[in-house]
């Protein structure tokens, strides 16, 4: 009786440390991406951000200071020539990769209908000489079937001039022996 108690015990104890192995695997990565995340924005909002040059001093703690709102006309002036620069270079090297992979479709459709030119013309060949092997085979049948038919003559001339089928075999098997004596 106790026996079968530790068994039960050792049962539950391996169920709850299952559990726990499988909760740990399904909620585990979720956790992890979110944490590395949430360093990740807290690593770049505190390093691209440029420090305010003004005294900030006299300003309570958790309030902004007016003149670090502000936008500076100089900067912003910069700022949206680069941004336009940008713009533009982007649009010029995006158009260029649109130009290139054109070109690329363009030759890759070439050699596509080069290819199915030649399989076309391997087909054609196919076909001809399917034509021709067909055209062969029939006119063997027809020949096959003269053939028969001119033997089936011969034999039946033979016949009325006595000669049996039997007779000829064992005349021609009797000649076999005689010749290889």
Request: charged share 25%; net charge negative; hydrophobic share 40%.
């Amino acid at each position: 009786m106790a026996l079968n108690q530790s068994k039960a015990v050792l049962l539950r104890v391996s169920l709850v440390v299952v559990a726990l192995f499988i909760a740990g695997y399904i909620v585990g990565p979720p956790l992890y991406w979110h944490f590395v995340e949430g360093l990740a924005a807290v690593n770049h909002s505190s390093s691209t951000c440029a420090p305010c040059i003004c005294d900030c001093s006299s300003q309570p703690i958790l309030s902004i200071p007016q003149d670090c709102a502000k936008p500076d006309p100089e900067v912003s002036g910069d700022t949206e020539k680069n941004f336009a620069e940008l713009l533009a270079e982007e649009l010029k090297l995006r158009e260029n990769q649109a130009v290139e992979n054109q070109q690329h479709a363009d030759m890759a459709l070439l050699e596509a209908k080069k290819i199915a030119s030649q399989y076309q013309k391997e087909a054609d060949k196919c076909n001809s000489g399917m034509e021709t092997c067909e055209e062969a085979r029939e006119k063997a049948e027809l020949t096959l079937v003269t053939q028969k038919k001119l033997t089936a003559l011969w034999e039946l001339r033979a016949r009325k001039k006595g000669w049996k089928e039997g007779l000829a075999n064992s005349h021609a098997h009797s000649q076999g022996k005689v010749q290889s004596s």
